[in-house]
Nanobody, 120 residues
Framework: QVQLVESGGGLVQPGGSLRLSCAASGSIFSINAMGWYRQAPGKERELVAAITSGGSKNYADSLKGQFTISRDNAKNTVYLQMNSLKPEDTAVYYC??????????????WGQGTQFTVSS
């Protein structure tokens, strides 16, 4: 089976930085775009950023310049560097990837989510 495992959450002060990681493991034949979503309390899940296997990036308009997504295809890992953090960035962050797996089909996988809080 395929798993996406996020890491890097925690407590950060306003203005601080944090890097999240998400590693995909298991019976993986191919991974398309990998992305990060977030869900704040009482709000819907929203796209933060996504990156294709070729390195093309897409960001939520409000986060351009503040967050940077990157990817290591050899490690099946995607990263999210977050700078100048604000309390409104507090959320559960989820990793997502469509993966061609051992069932010989594309399936949409999600990580379990990692929480971080921006607070002084």
């Amino acid at each position: 089976q395929v798993q996406l495992v996020e890491s890097g959450g925690g407590l950060v002060q306003p203005g601080g930085s944090l890097r999240l990681s998400c590693a995909a493991s298991g019976s993986i034949f191919s991974i398309n775009a990998m992305g990060w979503y977030r869900q704040a309390p009482g709000k819907e899940r929203e796209l933060v950023a996504a990156i294709t296997s070729g390195g093309s990036k897409n960001y939520a308009d409000s986060l351009k310049g503040q967050f940077t997504i990157s990817r290591d295809n050899a490690k099946n890992t995607v990263y999210l560097q977050m700078n100048s953090l604000k309390p409104e960035d507090t959320a559960v962050y989820y990793c997502n990837a469509p993966i061609y797996d051992s069932d010989y089909e594309w399936s949409d996988y999600w990580g379990q989510g990692t929480q971080f809080t921006v607070s002084s």
